[in-house]
């Protein structure tokens, strides 16, 4: 398995993912609707592009140049030293495999040589992944409720140390 540095010339590969990959991973989790608005709204070729352009910095986990899921992560708080994941989307038939650690352990590596301290994501409250994070050693950081567009993310702030 590889980790790669997504590129722009990658917009299609991640936008294709999410598009596999957030209809089964949120079905018990967000209306159809909210998810069909996300996916427009996070993963459309411009957004994706914006995304770039801002900062965030991709990461793609392959098996035999076949894409598997991807990441993407950021200084967050450069005050206190603090890096955010913004994504983290594994196959669901590729997931319980270490993708996701794997992409996790890239980005706290990346991080911490970037001079980082803290990691920090956030995950909605009903999301299974949740027990995967604390796994890894995140902790609640706190619980928020995020105003987005029409819809309410009612997430966990998770953090782990670098």
Known sequence: ???RLATLTDINVIHNLANRIWPEAYQ???SQEQILFM???MYSQESLKAQFEKGNIFLIAEAYKKPLGFASYSLFNKLQSIFKIHKLYILPQEQ???????L????????KA???????LNVNRENPSFNFYTKLGFKVFEE?????????L???VMRTEL
């Open 1 to 3: 398995m590889n980790i």
């Open 28 to 30: 018990n989790v967000l």
């Open 39 to 41: 996916l427009e709204d």
């Open 96 to 102: 319980g495999k270490g993708v996701g650690k794997l």
């Open 104 to 111: 996790i352990d890239e980005i706290k590596e990346a991080s």
């Open 114 to 120: 970037a001079g980082g301290k803290i990691l920090e």
């Open 144 to 152: 928020v409720n995020i105003p987005y567009h029409q819809y309410i």
């Open 154 to 156: 009612n997430d966990y």
